[in-house]
Nanobody, 121 residues
Framework: QVQLVESGGGLVQPGGSLRLSCAVSGSIFDITYMGWYRQAPGKQHELVAANTRSGIVRYADSVKGRFTISRDNDKNTLDLQMNDLKPEDTAVYYC???????????????WGQGTQVTVSS
């Protein structure tokens, strides 16, 4: 069983930056599709960034140009660099192993603890 542990969240002012990290228990090369979801209070889980082991990435329109998803092979982590943060980015962020069916990504596991990101002045 692959285990994923998120970290790096916190409180930041609008326009600030945070870097989230997802520690993978096994080799990250065992996972083809990975991504970061977020869930704001009262909202559904939203996929904000997806990444494949071959380097293909995709972002939600709301974060394009501001967020960057990447794999750190040395540290065996999936990272999310978040720049120019906005109040609407406030949510719990979750790392997830996914599958891709046609053009859609689907989560393969139950949601973990996630990491809280709060953007506020």
């Amino acid at each position: 069983q692959v285990q994923l542990v998120e970290s790096g969240g916190g409180l930041v002012q609008p326009g600030g930056s945070l870097r989230l990290s997802c520690a993978v228990s096994g080799s990250i090369f065992d996972i083809t599709y990975m991504g970061w979801y977020r869930q704001a209070p009262g909202k559904q889980h939203e996929l904000v960034a997806a990444n494949t082991r071959s380097g293909i990435v995709r972002y939600a329109d709301s974060v394009k140009g501001r967020f960057t998803i990447s794999r750190d092979n040395d540290k065996n982590t999936l990272d999310l660099q978040m720049n120019d943060l906005k109040p609407e980015d406030t949510a719990v962020y979750y790392c997830m192993e996914m599958r891709k069916i046609n053009s859609e990504y689907e989560p393969l596991r139950s949601w973990g603890q996630g990491t809280q990101v709060t953007v506020s002045s």
